[in-house]
């Protein structure tokens, strides 16, 4: 039997920033990777001859600065420019939101511009409390160390600091749902549809859900190029980002192995011991790192006689279904949105007209049907990068909400509806384009689930809500990454705090290990 | 119409001329009580006694007390796995369990709280029946995702009869069923009854010679009209459990949620047990492999986690002592007394209780009980003297002599 000192089960991004730290400490440390790819959800991957397409994650909007900092992560496929946002409206053109999340908004009244500059801020200061407790290990209850106990202090008196007034708005506000405070703030229909729509992506959630507002709170706490709230697509698709993740944990000595999926994680007397491969093959080390779904690693992965059966309980409960789907199209020709001006093309599109557009696009989700009227955020890689597509045509790539992972009806019949009725919608936005489709690919959560291994297709590897957050994430007993199992650790978006491209998880899981703990 | 629906329900509403369920055995030991003493077991009537408890406790003790043990929970656990899952759902190593053999074991939540106790039965391979006193039909259901087993529920279906006290196996042969003096302690067999099978179990609650009869709900009646007229001549007593109470502090066996309280149960998270503070470390076996709550246990004895222990006292005087709190040195609460009796067997005061550490581990003498003794009227507030003896107070050769002496 081969040995070593760490696996690291999962080649996604995160699993390689474990990879990579535990490698440069000395640990001889092996990463294995199920599918011949490394990067997890971040792929770039051919949907048609000459064409590539990222998949399905598309657009990094949180990669952490500590990570490439502690990686020398190669961020050059992040270059080019901040993405704006258009939210598109058929009778009153788009409106633009440019820079960190709207340093300057287009398309409104100077009223409505103030109106959002100041609701702007004051979500940025609450973030940026936030986003404290991001960026360490969850304090454990009834062991509050004196890091946590530093960072609650400077949290609350950064709060304090404001103003009485701002901190009581805080507390008011930490668990309102979105469409309450877009409300208040804001008269425009596409601004409050487009923090609608951000703040829901990716979380079972609608604006009006109680607590919806944390989402919006979690995409302001990212940052890309010193910016917050920004949003990039790296050059060559989102699959740069991830050979950028592969050659740190290369360079740091780690080795990687591909289409080499873990059936079985050995372990003795609640003990870590080792892993077993697809063909039998069993590589031992005391140190195992899973950099996947929980779900997978306590209940696909480890015995169920070796962890306590409350425990495998929680996890069984955790929610982790999945609601986004994916949109590639390979067109002929670039398409043209109605009202967008052709350089404003480059920017991240969102369909949604109003708050209720998008709560009514959620209610079908809570029934296991999709949205009749979708909403989504659409980008054309090939326009800012050529080589993702043959001359003159075009990619689009698009995230479209709601698409339940357990549809009523079944994905069968429920996908060629479900992408005829994107199509359309296309098409009314950007008359003709259906008809310039050369090859669509349409992966729903069961496709994200089976393609990419993450159980439920969830963004997250698990709903990013109030009740799975922090000291509950994915639950309270595997909160620290350590797990129940001895030598057993968490890496994965499903451990705090949460998916996205942030690399964060892996390397909060990575120092809790190096540090022995503490 | 709505009339008709509404007579229909009532029909079904019957449930409330019989609040309480009944043992399959009910109609003989109603037509026995004299006493008409009950209490609630489980949901069920059952007799605290059917006569005068001190006769039923003489019975037990010399010639043959039956109990009615059917409201016992009782599942049926069976499949490939099944040895495995209860391997890791018990503390003790279930592995070592034979084939038509018996044990005491109890099993803990993930923070190594026993949540019951109970007997295991081993009926061949992949088969096994665990009889206890709390419903655990979701906790073992939980516990077996990821098992190949079958959890099936038998307490209605399947009825018991302890048979206790040192005639009982000669009321077993008198009905028929030789080879039952074969039966060693915690060993089974299967007997033809009726044209069906029954098992008697070489067990029992009393630290005595004694047998338990397991048969299906119908073949109740029969069972015990076959016992009953079998053992006429050797002293066969219904009793209630007010008798062999007594027993089963005489021999220092526990009740859950009497001398300690079931981690399901408790509301005050210090209120739970570990194996260790009940007495029960003994069950557990941290050489075999993983079980629920062993990494709790394991530290709780590693750190200082362990911070009750179950003691036997012996009390100066004859006022049982049940409930009462133990002092040192008649100035420092230690503890509480969880069951006290004056023994006949014993012919001592005896109790179970529990302390708090270091009383009862590292502090072990100078132990006072503080009894409030009613007496026509008034409390008579005893301090009495009580000393941590050894367990249990009433030890008997016959209890595992095989073949037992006749009569
Ligand atoms: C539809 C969708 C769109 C998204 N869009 C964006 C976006 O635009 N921007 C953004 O920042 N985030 C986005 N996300 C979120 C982001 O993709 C995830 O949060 C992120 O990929 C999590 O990274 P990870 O390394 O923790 O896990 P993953 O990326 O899921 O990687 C886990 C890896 O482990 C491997 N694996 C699983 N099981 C085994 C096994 N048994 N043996 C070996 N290997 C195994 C898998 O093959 C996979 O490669 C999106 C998510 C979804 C579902």
Known sequence: MTSC??????????????????????????????????????????????????????????????????????????????????????????????????????????????????????????????????????????KTSLGDMKDFALAGLSLISQGREEARDMLRMLLMNVADIADEYLSDDRLKALLAFDATLGIHLGPRSPTSLLGL??????????????????????????????????RAGAGLRTEAPVTRILSRQGRAEGVELAGGERISAPLIVAAIHPKAAFLSLAAPGEMDAGFRKQIRNIRSRGNVAKLDLALREMPRFTGVKPEDHEARIVIARNIRHVEEAFNPAKYGAYSPDPVMEITLPSLSDPSLAPQGAATLSALVQYAPYELKEGWETGKPAFLKIILDCLDRHAPGLSST?????????????????????????????????????????????????????????????????????????????????? | MALDRLSA???????????????????????????????????????????????????????????????????????????????????????????????????????????????????????????????????????????????????????????????????????????????????????????????????????????????????????WDRLFSAGALHG?????????????????????????????HVLRPDRARFPDEIGLDWLVDPAKPYFNGRRAILEAREGKGLRHVLVGLEVEGNVPADGAIVYHRGKHEAGIVTAGIWSPMAKRNIAIASLDRPYGSDITKDFFVEIYALREGRYHKLMKRATIVSRPFVKLERRTKTPPDDF
């Open chain 1, 5 to 142: 000192d760490a696996i690291v089960i999962g080649g996604g991004h995160n699993g390689l920033t474990a990879a990579a730290l535990l490698a440069a400490s000395g640990r001889k440390t092996i990463l294995l990777e199920a599918s011949a790819h490394l990067g997890g959800a971040a792929r770039t991957e051919e949907i048609a001859p000459g064409f590539r397409a990222s998949g399905p994650a598309h657009l990094v909007n949180r990669l952490d600065p500590s990570v490439i900092r502690a990686l020398k992560l190669d961020t050059a496929c992040l270059s080019g420019k901040a993405l704006p946002t258009a939210i598109l409206d058929l009778a009153w053109g788009p409106a633009l939101v440019r820079g960190a999340y709207g340093e300057v908004v287009e398309g409104v009244t100077p009223e409505e511009a103030r109106a959002f500059a100041a609701l702007r801020e004051k979500l940025f200061f609450q973030a940026s409390l936030l986003k404290r407790f991001l960026a360490r290990t969850p304090p454990r209850l009834g």
């Open chain 1, 217 to 250: 709170y979690y995409r302001l706490t990212g940052e890309t190029n010193g910016l917050p709230g920004a949003q990039y697509l790296p050059r060559g698709g989102i699959g740069s980002l991830a050979r950028a993740f592969e050659d740190a944990a290369r």
């Open chain 2, 236 to 264: 066969i007593q219904a009793v209630g459990y007010g008798a062999l109470n007594r027993c089963r502090i005489e021999a220092a066996f526990i009740v859950p949620n009497q001398d300690f309280m079931t981690a399901d």
């Open chain 2, 9 to 223: 329900r009532k029909a079904l509403q019957n449930h409330i001329d019989h609040p309480l369920l009944e043992t399959p055995f009910h109609p003989r030991i109603e037509a026995l009580s004299r006493s008409q003493e009950w209490y609630v077991w489980a949901g069920y009537r059952a007799p605290l006694s059917l006569t005068d408890e001190e006769m039923e406790y003489t019975a037990l003790r010399n010639s043959c007390g039956v109990f009615d043990i059917s409201p016992m929970k009782k599942y049926r656990i069976s499949g490939p796995d099944a040895e495995a899952f209860l391997d890791y759902v018990m503390v003790r190593n279930v592995a070592k369990l034979g084939i038509d053999r018996v044990h005491y074991t109890c099993w803990c939540n993930d923070f190594g709280h026993v949540i019951d106790d109970g007997t295991l039965f081993r009926f061949g391979p992949e088969s096994f029946r665990l009889c206890c006193q709390e419903r655990q039909y979701e906790w073992l259901s939980d516990a077996a995702d990821g098992f190949r087993v079958n959890i099936e529920e038998e307490t209605r279906a399947v009825a018991g009869l302890a048979l206790q006290g040192p005639t009982s196996c000669r009321v077993l042969l008198n009905a028929g069923f030789s080879g039952v003096e074969a039966l060693r302690p915690f060993q089974l067999a299967r007997f033809p009854h009726e044209g069906g099978e029954i098992v008697i179990s070489r067990t029992g609650f009393t630290g005595d010679l004694g047998y338990e009869v397991w048969v299906s709900h119908d073949a109740a009646l029969s069972i």
């Open chain 1, 437 to 518: 489709v050369i090859a669509a690919r349409l992966l729903t959560p069961p496709d994200i689930e089976a393609e990419y291994r993450m159980p439920g297709g969830h963004w997250h590897h698990g709903e990013l809500q109030v009740d799975q957050l922090l000291i509950n994430r994915p639950v309270d007993r595997a909160s620290s990454y350590a797990t129940p199992m001895e030598g057993l650790y968490l890496a994965s978006a499903g451990a705090h705090p949460g998916g996205g491209l942030s690399g964060l998880p892996g390397l909060l899981a990575a120092r809790h290990i190096l540090s022995g703990g503490r």
